[in-house]
């Protein structure tokens, strides 16, 4: 069995550099959905949602650097390019929306797409033996699940 420079098996770090990028993908539309939410927002929430949706891009785009490292310390290349990320995200552009109750809706659909994804990558990582991948996205999971609970309550109102 080949390993790569931090231990784990060769193939099984490419099969998990291939799902994270496919996570990165639809990291990187979901960003630029709940950036779009916090530009385009309009109607009585504005001010509520216009902070909330900042705090969500902001929190989404660090964990797009965190996932681009991981792939790099697996030894392999990020995807970059927003053709490579539109063809791989499972998460489709959201245009045009403006109405809180809309946004919100896909907020939560966006992370319901994601936390399923980050299941697998954690079942995937797992049983290749990597530790980090697993960790990274337990705590992304804890972290969303919280957020798709409080967002949850919000839309009961």
């Known amino acids: 069995m080949s390993t790569n420079r931090i231990g784990l098996d060769i193939s099984k770090a490419q099969t998990l550099s291939e799902k994270l990028n496919k996570l990165l993908a639809n990291y990187q ?11 385009n927002i309009q109607g009585r ?11 969500e ?49 896909g907020l939560l659909a966006g992370y319901k797409q994601l936390i399923q994804m980050q299941r697998d990558l954690m079942d995937v990582a797992a049983d290749a033996g990597d530790e980090g991948t697993a960790a990274l996205m337990s705590d992304y999971i ?16």
Not at 29 to 39: A, D, E, K, L, T
């Open 57 to 105: 891009y902001n929190s989404l785009l660090l964990k797009v650097d965190e996932i681009a490292e991981r792939i790099l310390t697996l030894g392999h290349r990020p995807l970059h390019a927003f053709s490579d990320y539109i063809a791989q995200s499972s998460i489709q552009e959201h245009k045009q929306a403006t109405d809180g109750k809309v946004c919100v809706e």
């Open 142 to 157: 804890g972290q969303q699940e919280k957020t798709v609970w409080m967002l949850s309550a919000y839309l009961a109102s």
């Open 29 to 39: 539309i979901f960003y630029m959905n709940v950036r779009g939410y916090h530009w």
């Open 45 to 55: 929430q504005f001010f509520e949602l216009h902070v909330k949706f900042e705090e």
